[in-house]
């Protein structure tokens, strides 16, 4: 069945950067786009960015330009979300969902991973 | 760039009460509209997309309307199990891009 798996729980330090994965399976990424979606604690949800898993344009959100980086590896149908600079207003859990087009609704999403920014 | 208001941002309602939430764009996005629920602790879940469109799976209970600038979600017999916060999304391609409302949580 279509799932995304994606990596684990990770604790960094204010001023590092953060990889997350998020692997698919039982479809191919190149017919979809992936986003990224955060969730601080208590807060509602905030859309970071996609790539278009055929061609590997992306588009950030003007909010996380310059900070997030989203790429692909089609060969091991894995998408990864890098976040710099961190700050700890960054302390999410961080979802990937997939979509059909690029500006489409999202009708997969990963279990989320729980990214904690602490000194 | 294109708002999503979305109201009331909370709401208590009884077992088998029709429960209504809006959202608003701030600037017309024609159908371009999708509904999540989030139950707590875990993964949002798409529930109504174009707006109207039930996705597959979802109970007959959830619809959605609107068009343009004003969206409505309504459940017509609250279920304990709909306890949830629920998230409208705009997925034109207008800046800012997939712009999330800012939920309502739903209590019994």
């Known amino acids: 069945q279509v799932q995304l798996v994606q990596s684990g729980a990770e604790v960094k330090k204010p001023g590092a950067s953060v990889n997350v994965s998020c692997k698919a399976s039982?479809?191919?990424?190149?017919?979809?786009?992936m986003h990224w979606v955060r969730q601080a604690p208590g807060q509602g949800l905030q859309w970071m960015g996609w790539?278009?898993?055929?061609?590997?344009?992306?588009g950030y959100s003007q909010r996380f330009q310059g900070r997030v980086t989203i790429t692909r590896d089609t060969s091991a149908s894995t998408v990864y979300m890098e976040l710099n600079s961190l700050r700890s207003e960054d302390t999410a859990v961080y979802y990937c969902?997939?979509?059909?087009?690029?500006?489409?609704?999202?009708?997969?999403w990963g279990e989320g991973t729980t990214v904690t920014v602490s000194s | 760039d294109i708002q999503m208001t979305q109201s009331p941002s909370s709401l208590s309602a009884s077992v088998g009460d029709r429960v209504t939430i809006t959202c608003r764009a701030s600037?017309?996005?024609?159908?371009?509209l999708g509904w999540y629920q989030q139950k707590p602790g875990k993964v949002p879940k798409l529930l109504i997309f174009?707006?109207?469109v039930l996705q597959s799976g979802v109970p007959s209970r959830f619809s959605g309307s609107g068009s343009g600038t004003d969206f409505t979600l309504t459940i017509s017999s609250l279920q304990p199990e709909d306890v949830a916060t629920y998230y409208c999304?705009?997925?034109?391609?207008?800046?800012?891009?997939?712009?999330f409302g800012g939920g309502t949580k739903v209590e019994i």
């Open positions: 969902a997939r979509t059909l087009q690029v500006y489409y609704y999202m009708d997969v």
């Open positions: 039982g479809y191919k990424i190149t017919n979809y786009a």
């Open positions: 790539i278009n898993g055929g061609n590997g344009n992306t």
């Open positions: 600037q017309a996005i024609s159908n371009y």
């Open positions: 174009a707006a109207t």
């Open positions: 999304q705009k997925y034109n391609s207008a800046p800012p891009g997939l712009t």
